[in-house]
């Protein structure tokens, strides 16, 4: 069952990644891709890549790709097909090694009803559970609406009361089907205070079944986690080898091969825990689990489809030191984590390469709306857990890379908050502890940065001059005015004064200025005694500076603005780029404070458009199935 050729069925950061792993094992790799990726980092990286007609769900397309490539084997990576059997079915059906665990496991776990019986059948606690509305109020409430098929918080929904549970419930179902094809759900008890656990699992075909000690990933937004940890704060050996036996209990009852995870719901008071599914594929976080044992799971997955067994027991899985991992999203923490569009005008990350990036993206790179909206996943490794929250949270300070929001300042500010510090992370740290959005900064920082950006600007503008470019900066037979340039930062419009002086200084606001060196990539500058580099990109007249204490993003404003199209009174604008999948009220109609009125999809998650206040709808400016741009006028409400 050897191969030397691999077809990955997916795109993006987990593409690039199996891609490292097989390529160091001397195996050819052939990546398959859609327009939207034709210049994606994972394309370059292939040795072969095959443009698929239509999308990454493409399951003929993508078997007739490895076939005249001649790829013996496929890996699906996440998401996409990873957890489709028919696909995995398909494949074996056609000649070719799957890498991953059997149809009839991914089928069987894939169903989260049919996987709760199972853990019920294996002594392996399950929270209670209804599959309809009318069995719903026994639970109690908050409960919590999930999907039957798929993961990644997809088609989930906390309820808080009766109210809102039919619509709540509509809108699960409806983002199940969207994302996979089946909008099947259940209502489970919602534990508020709680924490996310998972166990890796590596099983062969041969029977044998390891736990690689648990990851805690309880950190999330909208149901889908963006901070992971390994080993958890709340989990002590003791309970570390109960969950890893509840969790290789399970996997050899189904006979479990590949790589997997079994997740856990474990409540912080009690230490109770329930079973919650199996993930019958490679999970986003298993780089820390790779860094705390020294095991490479992707090494392992191709293994074990050779069918080759593992050569380790459980007895030799050795855990040392503390390993974190972050999601980095486009997104706008301060929009509810909406999605962004846009370009990454920067993507450096050679001034923080202590620690580990697995990223799919580069700079010039496109986020669109096609596709999840994570940028890449950043992990670090320290001997214990302050240090690694320390190395990560710099590490993610001293890297070079915007253009478009990102959640960066968020996590942060997650890190270096004092009740995960603490390691108080439970799933309700977001909405407990609220960390800011943006980055904060001292009446000095925003200073330098501005006098920093003032002087990089009229040097570059001096430098690109045919008539003045070749003289001195201070040169002048008379007295010079005050220079100006309007920025905007931070949200807020400000005006920078400076002048070039005849000592070479130059005098920026209140500060004194000396440069030491400038180039069309940064200035290297002493503002008032402090000395320090920026790295600066530009494009027109947006700008990302780093410094010391991060990237900051500043446009130039014009010195004369042309009138745009304003917001009508009364008008409800599009949150994000997306499609319209729902209109629920027309012109005329009368509607109540908190009525949706509009739903929009967008990264296959939905967001609707509620009523700010009651009134009448006095202008609809959309109809079903329209793309919408960010920040574009949906309809007006008159009150």
């Not at 790829?71 to 696909?87: C, D, K, Q, T, V």
């Not at 799957?98 to 996987?115: E, F, Q, R, T, Y």
């Not at 009508?568 to 629920?584: C, T």
């Amino acid at each position: 069952m050897s191969f030397n050729s691999l077809l990955i069925a997916n795109r993006g950061e987990i593409a690039c990644r199996i891609m490292l792993t097989a390529q160091n094992m001397g195996i050819k790799c052939i990546a398959v891709y859609v327009d939207a990726d034709s210049n994606a980092p994972f394309v370059k990286m292939a040795d072969e890549a095959i443009k698929l007609p239509t999308n990454y769900m493409d399951i003929v397309a993508i078997i007739e790709a490895a076939k005249k490539t001649g790829a013996e084997a496929i890996h699906p990576g996440y998401g996409f097909l990873s957890e489709n059997a028919s696909f995995a079915r398909k494949v074996i059906n056609s000649k070719l090694i799957w890498v991953g665990p059997s149809p009839h496991v991914i089928k069987v776990m894939g169903d989260k009803l049919k996987a709760k019986e199972l853990a019920d059948k294996s002594d392996v606690p399950t929270l209670p559970m209804a599959s309809d509305l009318k069995n719903a109020k026994s639970l109690g409430y908050p409960l919590l609406v999930k999907a039957v098929a798929g993961g990644g918080g997809k088609g989930m929904r906390i309820v808080e009361n009766p109210k809102a549970l039919k619509e709540l419930v509509a809108s699960a179902k409806r983002e199940a089907l969207s994302s996979f094809d089946d909008d099947r759900i259940f209502i489970e008890k919602y534990i508020q205070k709680s924490r996310h656990i998972e166990i890796q699992i590596l099983g062969d075909q041969h029977g044998n079944v390891v736990h690689l000690g648990e990851r805690e990933c309880s950190i999330q937004r909208r149901h889908q986690k963006i901070i992971e940890e390994s080993p958890s704060s709340r989990v002590d050996p003791l309970l570390r080898e109960e969950m890893g036996k509840a969790a290789i209990k399970l996997a050899k009852k189904i006979k479990y091969s590949s790589a997997g995870t079994v997740e856990f719901l474990l409540d912080d008071k009690t230490g109770e825990f329930w079973f919650l599914e199996v993930n019958t594929r490679l999970q986003v976080e298993h780089p820390i689990t790779e860094e705390i044992t020294g095991i490479d799971l992707v090494y392992e997955q191709i293994k074990i489809a050779r069918g080759e067994e593992l050569k380790f027991s459980q007895d030799d899985i050795d855990w040392h030191g503390h390993a974190i991992e972050v999601r980095l999203y486009a997104e706008d923490p301060e929009n509810n984590f909406l999605p962004e569009v846009g370009t990454l005008l920067a993507y450096d990350t050679s001034k923080a390469d202590d620690i580990r990036w697995d990223s799919g993206v580069e700079k010039g790179y496109k986020v669109g709306t096609d596709f999840d909206p994570m940028l890449s996943k950043v992990i670090s490794w320290a001997p214990n857990r302050i240090d690694a929250i320390n190395k990560l949270a710099r590490g993610l300070e001293k890297a070079h890379f915007g253009g478009l929001k990102t959640n960066r300042d968020f996590l942060i500010n997650c890190l270096r908050n004092e009740s995960f510090i603490k390691g108080n992370t439970t799933t309700d740290f977001i909405d407990r502890e609220n960390p800011s959005a943006r980055k904060e900064l001292t009446k000095i920082q925003l200073h330098e940065a501005m006098a920093a950006i003032a002087v990089w600007n009229a040097l570059q503008n001096r430098r690109s001059d045919v008539v003045t470019g070749f003289m001195p900066s201070n040169w002048t037979n008379g007295r010079i005015p005050d220079q100006r340039i309007k920025l905007l930062i931070l949200q807020n419009e400000v005006e920078v004064t400076y002048k070039f002086q005849r000592n070479g200084l130059y005098k920026v606001m209140d500060s004194n200025c000396k440069v030491h060196g400038h180039d069309q990539y940064g200035i290297d500058i002493d503002i008032d005694s402090h000395r320090f580099y920026a790295q600066i990109s530009q494009a027109d007249d947006q700008l990302l500076i780093n410094m010391p204490y991060g990237d900051l993003e500043a446009t130039i404003m014009p010195r004369f603005v042309d009138p745009g199209n304003e917001i009508p009174e009364g008008g409800l604008v599009a949150p994000m780029p997306g499609k319209v999948i729902d209109v629920k009220v027309k012109k005329g109609d009368k509607v109540k404070t908190g009525d949706t009125l509009i739903i929009i999809e967008a990264m296959k998650m939905e967001h609707s458009i509620k009523a700010t206040e009651n009134g009448k709808i006095i202008k609809l400016m959309v109809s079903l199935n329209q793309q919408v741009d960010n920040g574009a006028t949906l309809l007006v409400l008159e009150n």
